[in-house]
């Protein structure tokens, strides 16, 4: 079922991360539109968030941007 204003993606229906979201994580750096330079281009997009503390590509972005080399 399609749901609307979702962009593709779909919302968890079992417990306990019902109504959720649900977040990619296995996508690689190398394999996103605009890599970022911070990261090895074998890194998880998890792996970015988590070391980011945020959750959309574009703020793990800007994230990434602050952090010293």
Known sequence: MKEPGLDGRHRDQAAPKKGEIQQKGDTLNKNLPKPLPKFRAD?????MR????????????QSAAKMRK
Do not use: D, I
């Not at 890194?43 to 792996?47: A, G, S, V």
């Not at 988590?50 to 972005?61: F, I």
């Open 43 to 47: 890194t998880k997009l998890e792996t």
């Open 50 to 61: 988590n070391a980011t503390g945020q959750t959309s590509v574009e703020k793990v972005r």
